[in-house]
């Protein structure tokens, strides 16, 4: 079985400082890791994957990703926030080489103050 | 390029009626998935498509829930008859080569 685990329901951060949304994960084989935004009455928007290769993974919106295989770790990372940040945040695991079912962890809503 | 399509966007019914959902997938996209997302949690899969085959339907409860993409592009989901517990933002993705998914907006439901 696969799991994802959020430790953070809720980040607060303000505008300029670096954030942290912290993710951990558990799966047989080699991880397939996600991260996805949700902004209010909207659906999930796709934000980076590492499949293979750097463990420094780059997406959207100026946001990044480490893989740590040791600590099974996935943390999503920006080095300055912004206010229009401010959304909840899903870390996801799927086993490469299977079908592809991605399972989702509980969500960080990350808030960005002014 | 078109997003993953979804509607209605909001569906308000009461216990024991029926309802239906429909999903258009990204153009080219073989892998259609259906989640279930109750507030608070995060996203779980009832049932995965490849093409107009069932490839996991494992989390679907059968006995009130059906799916079918007959032509291999769009896809409903159906519920009935709907219970209380149903109350969930519904969420079509799609996939190309089963690797990132694109998620619609969702069609939040309402069972009273």
């Known amino acids: 079985a696969q799991s994802v685990a959020q430790p953070e329901d809720q980040v607060n951060v303000a505008e300029g400082n670096p954030l942290t949304v912290k993710c951990t994960y558990s799966v047989s084989g080699n991880p397939y890791l996600f991260w996805y935004v949700q902004y209010p009455n909207r659906g999930l928007q796709f934000l980076l994957k590492y499949i293979t290769g750097d463990n420094l993974v780059k997406g959207s919106y100026g946001f990044e990703a480490e893989f740590n295989k040791s600590q099974t770790s996935f943390h999503l990372k920006k080095p300055s926030a912004l206010v229009s940040d401010s959304a909840l945040y899903f870390c996801?695991?799927?086993?490469?080489?299977?079908?592809?079912?991605?399972?989702f962890g509980s969500g960080t809503q990350l808030t960005v103050l002014p | 390029e078109a997003g993953v399509a979804q509607s209605p966007r909001y569906k308000i019914i009461e216990k024991r009626q029926s309802v239906a959902f429909w999903c258009n997938p990204i153009?080219?996209?073989?892998?259609l998935y259906w989640y279930q997302q109750i507030l608070g949690q995060g996203p779980k899969l009832l049932i995965q498509f490849q093409n107009n085959g069932v490839v996991d339907d494992s989390q679907l409860p059968k006995d009130r829930f059906s799916a079918e993409r007959l032509k291999g592009v769009d896809s409903t989901l159906k519920i009935q008859p709907a219970k209380l517990e149903d109350s969930a933002v519904y969420l079509c993705?799609?996939?190309?080569?089963?690797?990132?998914?694109?998620f619609g907006p969702g069609t939040r439901l309402t069972v009273l």
């Open positions: 153009s080219g996209h073989a892998t």
């Open positions: 996801a695991v799927t086993r490469g080489g299977s079908a592809r079912q991605l399972t």
């Open positions: 993705a799609s996939s190309s080569t089963q690797d990132t998914q694109y």
